[in-house]
């Protein structure tokens, strides 16, 4: 029973040295502009929110949902049951309250603001092998 538990702390030893030896350890080495690559960029449309109803919505009923928000459907996305809207420009409000309300609406699953996400490149960590 020495033996083993004799060769089962030499493995465990040996399997933490082995792992601990490969880290950090890099082919390329890492820019001090990486934190710039990593970075999401978004670009808001203006007065344009992407709102979500918890069921389908009829025509009829969408209009009247826009007409008592004061919004201008802009594209419908049917897969996920979603319209793009544009806020009128006298509605005096900004976004997020606009949101706010939306989220008390029964109606209304989510609303958030339209935008495009731009993601950079990430770098690729080259690990040398361990021999």
């Known amino acids: 029973m020495n033996a083993m538990i004799k060769t089962t702390l030499t493995l465990t030893v040996a399997t933490l040295a082995l792992s601990l030896t ?4 890099t082919a390329l080495p890492m820019q ?7 970075q999401a960029y978004q670009a808001q449309a203006p007065r344009q929110l992407v709102v979500k109803f918890k069921l389908s919505m009829s025509t009829a009923a969408v209009h009247e949902f826009n007409a008592k928000y004061g919004f201008r459907t802009v594209k419908v996305l ?14 005096g409000l900004k976004l997020a ?9 029964p109606t209304v699953a989510y609303a ?3 935008g495009t996400m731009q ?13």
């Not at 490969?22 to 350890?25: E, N, R, T």
């Not at 001090?32 to 990593?38: G, H, I, M, R």
């Not at 993601?119 to 021999?131: C, D, E, R, T, Y």
Request: negative net charge.
């Open 97 to 105: 309250q606009i949101i706010n309300y939306l989220k008390a609406d």
């Open 32 to 38: 001090s502009q990486a934190p710039a690559l990593v």
């Open 112 to 114: 958030e603001v339209n």
């Open 119 to 131: 993601v950079a490149p990430m770098p690729v960590m080259k690990v040398s092998p361990i021999l």
């Open 78 to 91: 049917p897969e996920i049951n979603a319209h793009v809207v544009e806020v009128d420009s006298t509605v």
């Open 22 to 25: 490969g880290c950090g350890k």
